[in-house]
């Protein structure tokens, strides 16, 4: 039987819907705004007749972008960066969250203890340098991959998602003769591409987006990641006072420093924003479900 809805809650439905709306707009206009400029010709930028669509429409501040070898080069790194920090990130953490799962591990609490207090004491910026220093990582990939290997808070959210796992599963494994490697390998990991999943997505943002140890661990600027040049275009200027013509027309295109800024920041993000869509169903979506037969 249908019932019958009140204005109550068609009213609080409509409210609901006009106020996600409105949020919806207001986050993704600053993209779209990005994406316009970046597209436009860099004279009416100037002028400020740019508001909700493209003027002029031209793709020349992107060709200047792709011409510069710098940012290829700096967008590569950070492809590197990304994927194979991400990995070392994702493997890392797993090794230590399952073990810190297992009841018989002996000294769990202790070992959960002393991981959990460098979330609320660390040495800080200068001890970071130094250890990284001597250990003779500066100036290679290797300063922006290790230091940061597991993220304590991240490692949490794992070892709770072991856990949750039926410990019924492990012990049929071990009287089928797997030992922990083997449960790790081939029953665990399939069985958390959810949580995996949410971590890999999580730390690929966070190399994607990192700039900070670039900056102290990193003087070769063949090894900066594309944030570093972003960063020297949009804050640093360092593109404010170049304009250039294209001759691709009769007249020609004026790219100016509002188009490169804009330009830059839309290719940053264009990775994560395709990838996304490809992994949200692990967000939502329990593997778990049907694992166990009763």
Not at 11 to 37: C, E, K, Q, R, W
Not at 201 to 221: E, G, R
Request: hydrophobic share 50%; aromatic share 12%; charged share 10%.
């Amino acid at each position: 039987m249908r019932t019958r809805e009140g204005i109550g809650p068609r009213l609080f439905d409509g409210i609901n819907y006009v106020l996600l709306s409105a949020l919806v707009l207001v986050t993704l206009y600053p993209i779209y705004y990005m994406a316009i400029i970046s597209v436009s010709d860099g004279l009416l930028v100037s002028r400020g007749e740019v508001k909700l669509w493209p003027a002029g429409f031209n793709w020349e501040a992107y060709k200047t972008i792709l011409e510069d070898p710098a940012i290829i080069r700096s967008y590569g790194n950070t492809l590197v960066y990304t994927l194979l920090g991400t990995a070392i990130n994702v493997g890392m953490t797993a090794l230590c969250a399952y073990p810190l799962s297992r009841s018989k591990l002996y000294g769990k609490s202790v070992f959960t203890f002393l991981i959990v207090l460098t979330m609320f004491f660390h040495g800080g910026m200068i001890p970071n340098y130094l250890v990284v220093n001597q250990l003779g990582l500066l100036d290679s990939m290797w300063a922006i991959l290790l230091p940061p290997a597991v993220n304590v808070w991240y490692m949490i959210m794992m070892r709770t998602f072991f856990s949750g796992i039926p410990n019924e599963l492990h012990e049929s494994a071990y009287i089928d003769g797997a030992n922990d490697i083997h449960i790790f390998l081939r029953i665990v990991l399939p069985l958390s591409m959810p949580v995996l999943a949410t971590m890999t997505m999580f730390y690929a943002v966070w190399h994607w987006n990192s700039f900070f140890p670039a900056m102290i661990y990193l003087n070769d600027q063949k090894l900066f990641p594309v944030q570093i040049m972003m960063r020297k275009i949009v804050v640093s200027g360092q593109m404010g006072n170049q304009s250039m013509a294209s001759s691709g027309s009769e007249v020609g295109v004026l790219v100016s420093a509002e188009n490169i800024k804009y330009a830059v920041i839309i290719i940053t993000i264009i990775p994560i924003v395709a990838i996304y869509p490809f992994i949200q169903k692990y967000f939502v979506k329990g593997v778990m479900v049907g694992s166990l037969k009763g």
